[in-house]
């Protein structure tokens, strides 16, 4: 029986990873079969191949086993997780010999920076935010001595995120502040950031703004509401109807002839009862001939 070797892997999140079974290089001609025990949540599955029998898998979510010309063995897993970290065990058997590696993988991130300034109680603080997996650490460069730095902590899904706060000493330029996260991981990578600027709303001028838009929204509803006022009494007005006589005495009388006195209309169009006298007449001319 062999005894198991361990050995630890760091690899970058969301990449494809190609995981080495052994050191060992075994002719495929040479090898009997290659078993790989997957830790999938709470228990495992298993992907195997071998020479003389069908290849095996209950995994199901795209991992497979490949293996090289020269006789080297690995385990391909597509875009790793965070769900995909654990102890990944290679157990393989050949004709002169066998097996066993235990592999630690762990996941990591490169740490993404982001950096601005804050205005408080009339002090300005740098706030720097690094996010990567493990949790990074910050550390400041500056052109004086400060330590008036705070640090929290919090874990955003697969990644963790640290926030440090500077609180910088009055009358004193930001241009050559540089916040730097170094990663606790396997390559220590180093980000850095310099480019701090204010936010556009910070606790100074939040309530100032928060009533300008308050004002803003009053005024608003209070010109719409005289507005609608004014509309009604103008509609009043125009739909009013207007039965009074005109003001100049010329105009009164020229009216009063109009509705006292035969109408144009009843000039050119007779009544009906001229109209039925004149028929009349008609009909006893037409008779006496």
Same mark, same amino acid.
């Given at each position: ?80 997780? /965070? ?9 393989? !058997? @050949? ?6 590696? *235990? =592999? &630690? ?107 300008? /838009? ?9 010109? !719409? @509401? ?6 009604? *009494? =103008? &509609? ?54």
């Amino acid at each position: 029986m062999c005894l198991p070797v361990y050995r630890n892997e760091f690899v970058e999140l969301g990449t494809t990873v190609t995981l080495k079974c052994s050191n060992t290089k075994i002719a495929w001609n040479d090898m009997i079969f290659v078993i790989w025990k997957i830790p999938m949540r709470d228990t495992y599955c298993i992907i195997a191949v071998a020479k003389n029998d069908s290849d095996h898998d209950t995994c199901h979510d795209g991992k497979k086993q490949n293996h090289t010309a020269d006789g080297t063995y690995h385990l391909i897993i597509p875009k790793f997780s /965070v769900q995909d970290e654990g102890n990944y065990t290679c157990d393989t !058997l @050949y004709q002169e010999g066998g097996s066993v590696e *235990i =592999i &630690r993988v762990s996941a990591w991130a490169r740490p993404h920076l982001t950096g601005w300034l804050e205005n408080e109680g009339g002090h300005t603080v740098a706030v720097c935010e690094a996010t990567g997996k493990p949790a990074a650490s910050i550390y400041w460069e500056t052109p004086w001595n400060s330590s008036s730095i705070t640090q929290t902590s919090k874990n955003t899904g697969q990644l963790s995120t640290v926030i440090s706060r500077l609180y910088l000493p009055q009358n004193t330029s930001y241009r050559n502040l540089i916040c730097v996260a170094t990663a606790n991981d396997a390559m220590h990578t180093v980000t850095r950031f310099s480019n701090f600027t204010f936010t556009f709303i910070d606790n100074v001028k939040r309530p100032i703004i928060v009533y300008f /838009v308050l004002g803003s929204i009053i005024a608003s509803l209070t010109g !719409l @509401y005289i507005m609608r006022k004014k509309l009604t *009494i =103008i &509609r009043k007005l125009c739909c009013k109807p207007n039965n009074q006589l005109p003001n100049n005495p010329d105009e009164v009388q020229i009216y009063t002839d109009l509705q006292s006195g035969p109408s144009i209309y009843n000039t050119l169009f007779p009544t009906v009862q001229e109209t039925q006298a004149q028929t009349e007449i008609y009909v006893n001319t037409e008779r006496h001939h």
